[in-house]
C-alpha cells in the first residue's frame, strides 16, 4: 500500500468517523446524566431525514441544519418525558424512538416526495461543501507534510471539524464547569444534587437537550455532508456503533475521539477492501462488520479493563417524602 | 393495598395504551391524507373477511407468538433481550442445517429435529450474552444488541461462502427437499369444493407456538423453575437470600428465551421461504418486544397481542397494495404501542389509579 492509498483511507476515516464521534458524544451527554440512550440511532435517522427534506425544498443546508436538529430535539424530548417526567424504562423508550424514526422518516419521504422513501439529491447549496484550509494548494507540493494536509486535514465539511472540536468542549464542559460536575453527579448519585437543591430533572433534560443537538448535528451530517440526500434506514447501525464505542471509550470523551476513529477505520477499510487477503489467510469482509460489535463485547466482558457505567444509569429518580 | 384491581391492571391500562396508540396512527394517516376510516376498513377486509387474509394473518402471528414469549420470559426474570432477532436468526441457521443435510423420512420427524435444532441454536446464542451478564456483570441489553449485528455478520458469511450453492448469485441455500414441506393450512382444511386458504403461508408450526404458549403457562405459574425466575424478577436479593442462585436463573431464562426465539425461525424458513434466506426474520424479534409489553408478558395476552400485529401486518401488506400509505405505517405503529403501553405506562397508570382511589374513598 502506497502513501497515497493509505491518506485515502485516512481521509474517509475521519468522514466516516465523523457521524459516529457527533452520535458518541450526544451519548456521552446523556448517559453521564443518568439516562441511557439506545434511541441515539433513531434521533439520528430523524435527523438525517429532516435536514435532506428540508435542504431539497429550501435550497438551504443550513435550514436543512436547522430542521434535523428540530427533530432530533422532538425526539429527545419524547424519550425525557418517558423516562423522566413519568419514570418509565429508560431502554424500552430508546427502542420505540428506534422504530418511530425508522417509521416515520418513511412515510412523510413518500408523501412529500413520492420517491419511495428517499429525497430528491441535494445540489448546490442544498449541500455542505468541503472546505480548503489556508495553505492547501500552496502547500501540496511539499513532500509527505503537503498531501497530509491537503488530503486529510483540509477538504472536509464544516461539520467535520465542528465534531472534532466537540472532544474537547465536551471535555471542558463535563470536567471543567460547575454545570459539567453536576451532570456527572446526577448520573451518579442523583439524591446528593437534589439535597445540594440542584434540580434533578433539569439537569437531565438539559443532558438530553445536548443529546438532541448532537445527534441532529450527526443525522444532518449523514444525508447533506457525507451523502447527497436521504435513503431508508441510511444510518445502518451508526447508532449502535456510537453506543459500543461510547462503551470502549468507558464514557469519556477523548477516549470516544479514538474510539470513533477506530470504528471509523474499520468501516472505511470493509468499504475500501472486499475481503483482506494476509498472505494466504483472507478476512472476509464480514469479519470487518462485526469488528466494533466483537470488541465492545470483549470490553464489556471485563477481559480487557472493565468498563463501569455511571452508577444511576437508567433509574429513573424518585424524590423520597 | 393496590390502588387498582387487578382486572383494571391487566386489561384496562393495555387498552387505554392501544387506544392512545390508534388515534395517533389515525392522526398519521390524516396527515398524509387518507382516510383512517377507510384505510381500516382495508386492513379488516385484507386481513380477516378472506381466509387467505387469516392464512398471511396467522402466519405473521405464529412469529410474534415466539419473538414476544421469547421477550416474555426474559421480562420475567427482569431481563430485557433486544437479542430475539439475532437469536432468531441463528436459529433459522439451525434450521437450515436440519433440513438440508438430514434424509429425513417424513416431515413429522423433520419438524421435531428442526425444532430441536432452531431451539438448540437460538439458545447457544443466546448463552453467551446471558453467561457475561451472569458472570462478568455485562449488561445484558448492550450485549444482545451486539449479537444481533455480530448474528447478521455471521448469517452473511455462512449464506455468502458455505451454504450458496454453486453459481447462485442470491445470497441463500439451496431449496430444502421436499420431505420436509410442512401441511400449510392449505393443504390441511382446503378440499376441492371449498378452496380454504389459497396461496397463504400459514402452516402447522402455528400449532406449535399455540403450545408454546401453554407450555409457557405452565412453566412460570406451576413449575419450581418458573417461580424462581418469577421470584428473581421480583427481587434479586429475596431470591439470593431463598437460596436461588442468579447466575443459574439469569442463564436458565435466557436459554428459554433465545430457544424460542430460535424457534420463530422454523415458521419462516421451513415453513414458508423452505430454504434460508438473509433477511428471514423480518423484523419479528423487534415486535416481540411489542407484544410483550402489551401482553403484559402472560401467554393469553402474548397470544392477542401476537394476533393483533398479525392483523397489522397482513393489513399493511393490504394498505401499501391499495392505498400510497407504505407498509412504513406499521412500524411506526408498532413504535407507538411500545412507547405507551411500555415507557409510557405510567402516564396511562398514574390517573388511573387516582380515579380508582377516589372512587374507592367516595363509595367507604
Known amino acids: 500500500m502506497d502513501y497515497a492509498t493509505l491518506l485515502q483511507v485516512l481521509d474517509s476515516t475521519v468522514r466516516l468517523a465523523t457521524p459516529l464521534l457527533l452520535a458518541c458524544l450526544a451519548g456521552l451527554f446523556s448517559e453521564r446524566a443518568g439516562i441511557v440512550d439506545i434511541g441515539l440511532e433513531g434521533k439520528m435517522l430523524a435527523a438525517a431525514f429532516f435536514s435532506a427534506a428540508i435542504a431539497a425544498v429550501s435550497g438551504s443546508v443550513w435550514l436543512g441544519l436547522l430542521a434535523g436538529i428540530a427533530a432530533s430535539m422532538v425526539m429527545s424530548g419524547i424519550h425525557g418525558l418517558a423516562s423522566i417526567t413519568f419514570r418509565g424504562n429508560q431502554l424500552i423508550s430508546g427502542v420505540a424512538i428506534n422504530f418511530l424514526a425508522s417509521g416515520i422518516t418513511v412515510l412523510i419521504a413518500q408523501d412529500w416526495f413520492s420517491q419511495g422513501g428517499r429525497t430528491p439529491s441535494l445540489m448546490g447549496g442544498g449541500r455542505f461543501e468541503s472546505i480548503t484550509l489556508p495553505f492547501a494548494e500552496a502547500l501540496r507540493g511539499v513532500p509527505v507534510i503537503g498531501p497530509l494536509y491537503y488530503e486529510l486535514i483540509s477538504g472536509h465539511s464544516i461539520l467535520v471539524y465542528v465534531a472534532f472540536l466537540m472532544v474537547p468542549l465536551t471535555w471542558w464542559i463535563l470536567f471543567r464547569t460547575r454545570f459539567g460536575l453536576r451532570l456527572r453527579a446526577v448520573g451518579e448519585a442523583p439524591e446528593a444534587v437534589d439535597t445540594a437543591g440542584v434540580s434533578v430533572v433539569g439537569l437531565r433534560f438539559a443532558a438530553i437537550a445536548i443529546c438532541g443537538l448532537l445527534t441532529g448535528l450527526a443525522g444532518a451530517y449523514l444525508a447533506t455532508g457525507l451523502q447527497a440526500g436521504f435513503v431508508r434506514e441510511m444510518t445502518a447501525g451508526r447508532g449502535y456503533i456510537a453506543l459500543a464505542a461510547l462503551i470502549f471509550a468507558k464514557w469519556r470523551p477523548w477516549y470516544a475521539l479514538y474510539a470513533c476513529l477506530l470504528f471509523g477505520l474499520l468501516q472505511a477499510v470493509a468499504l475500501r477492501y472486499q475481503n483482506i487477503d494476509l498472505g494466504g489467510f483472507i478476512i472476509p469482509v464480514q469479519v470487518m462488520d462485526a469488528l466494533p460489535y466483537i470488541l465492545t463485547v470483549v470490553i464489556l466482558a471485563g477481559f480487557v479493563g472493565k468498563a463501569i457505567p455511571p452508577r444511576a444509569g437508567g433509574e429513573p429518580y424518585v424524590k423520597e417524602r | ?364
Open chain 2, 1 to 364: 393495598m393496590d390502588k387498582m384491581p387487578a382486572w383494571a391492571d391487566a386489561v384496562l391500562v393495555p387498552l387505554i395504551s392501544i387506544l392512545l396508540a390508534a388515534i395517533l396512527s389515525a392522526l398519521v394517516i390524516l396527515a398524509i391524507g387518507e382516510n383512517p376510516v377507510e384505510a381500516f376498513k382495508l386492513m379488516v377486509d385484507g386481513a380477516l373477511m378472506r381466509s387467505t387474509g387469516w392464512g398471511y394473518t396467522l402466519y405473521y402471528t405464529t412469529n410474534f407468538i415466539f419473538t414476544g414469549l421469547c421477550v416474555a420470559v426474559a421480562f420475567h426474570a427482569k431481563m430485557f433481550n433486544i437479542g430475539g432477532e439475532g437469536q432468531a436468526m441463528v436459529g433459522g441457521l439451525g434450521v437450515a442445517l436440519a433440513c438440508l443435510f438430514i434424509p429425513f423420512p417424513h416431515w413429522s420427524v423433520a419438524l421435531i429435529v428442526a425444532t430441536l435444532a432452531a431451539a438448540a441454536f437460538g439458545a447457544a446464542w443466546a448463552f453467551i450474552p446471558a453467561w457475561l451478564q451472569a458472570k462478568r456483570g455485562s449488561h445484558i441489553v448492550i450485549t444482545t444488541i451486539m449479537f444481533n449485528f455480530i448474528a447478521a455478520a455471521l448469517l452473511n458469511y455462512v449464506l455468502v461462502n458455505l451454504l450458496r450453492p454453486v453459481g447462485a448469485m442470491e445470497p441463500a441455500t439451496a431449496g430444502f427437499p421436499a420431505v420436509t414441506h410442512l401441511p400449510t393450512f392449505q393443504d390441511m382444511f382446503a378440499s376441492e369444493g371449498n378452496p380454504l386458504f389459497r396461496g397463504s403461508p400459514a402452516n402447522v408450526t402455528f400449532f406449535l407456538a399455540v403450545a408454546a404458549c401453554i407450555a409457557f403457562w405452565f412453566l412460570i405459574w406451576r413449575t419450581k423453575l418458573g417461580y424462581e425466575i418469577r421470584a428473581f424478577g421480583h427481587s434479586e436479593s429475596a431470591a439470593r437470600y431463598a437460596g436461588i442462585s442468579p447466575v443459574r436463573i439469569t442463564v436458565i431464562a435466557m436459554l428459554i428465551s433465545g430457544g424460542l426465539a430460535g424457534m420463530m425461525a422454523l415458521n419462516t424458513t421451513m415453513g414458508e421461504a423452505e430454504r434460508l434466506v438473509l433477511n428471514a426474520t423480518e423484523g419479528a424479534g423487534f415486535i416481540g418486544i411489542a407484544v410483550a409489553l402489551m401482553g403484559r408478558s402472560h401467554p393469553v395476552g402474548v397470544f392477542l397481542a401476537a394476533l393483533l400485529f398479525g392483523f397489522l401486518y397482513q393489513g399493511g401488506a393490504e394498505l401499501a397494495l391499495w392505498t400510497s400509505i407504505p407498509r412504513e405505517l406499521i412500524t411506526v405503529i408498532q413504535a407507538l404501542v411500545i412507547l405507551f403501553t411500555g415507557a409510557l405506562d405510567n402516564m396511562v397508570r398514574m390517573p388511573l389509579e387516582k380515579l380508582f382511589l377516589a372512587t374507592r374513598r367516595r363509595s367507604s
